[in-house]
């Protein structure tokens, strides 16, 4: 069993910084492979990015590719999400998730999930 918590989000204006972070417990965590993605207002959940706990090799969507970049602390169980130049198009609820085997870009193919945390970008 893998426990997720995401934490970080809050209100910014367009240019701006926010750092999540995705705080993971379980026995065999470093057995799994971390994502984030996002859901905006009417729209479905999307991939924005994720990296190998082992390894750290890491991987974006190409909307933010360049912006945001993903990071994992092995001493504290813990991902981030560094998201820089914020647009008010990435105004979402942001989800970090954990999955076995290669990184997959779709939700289904995660087991485990964070609460979500509010991102929002003033314009």
């Known amino acids: 069993q893998v426990t997720l918590v995401a934490s970080g989000g809050g209100l910014v204006q367009a240019g701006g910084s926010l750092r999540l972070s995705c705080a993971a417990s379980g026995r065999t965590f470093s057995s799994y492979n971390m994502g984030w993605f996002r859901r905006a207002p009417g729209k479905e959940r999307e991939f924005v990015g994720a990296?190998?706990?082992?390894?750290?090799?890491?991987y974006y969507a190409d909307s933010v590719k360049d912006r945001f970049t993903i990071s994992r602390d092995y001493a504290k169980n813990t991902v981030y999400l560094q998201m820089n130049s914020l647009k008010p198009d990435d105004t979402a609820v942001y989800y970090c998730?954990?999955?076995?085997?290669?990184?997959?870009?779709?939700?289904?193919?995660?087991?485990?999930w964070g609460q979500g945390t509010q991102v929002t970008v003033s314009s």
């Open positions: 998730a954990a999955r076995r085997g290669v990184i997959l870009y779709t939700p289904q193919d995660y087991d485990y």
């Open positions: 990296i190998y706990w082992s390894g750290g090799s890491t």
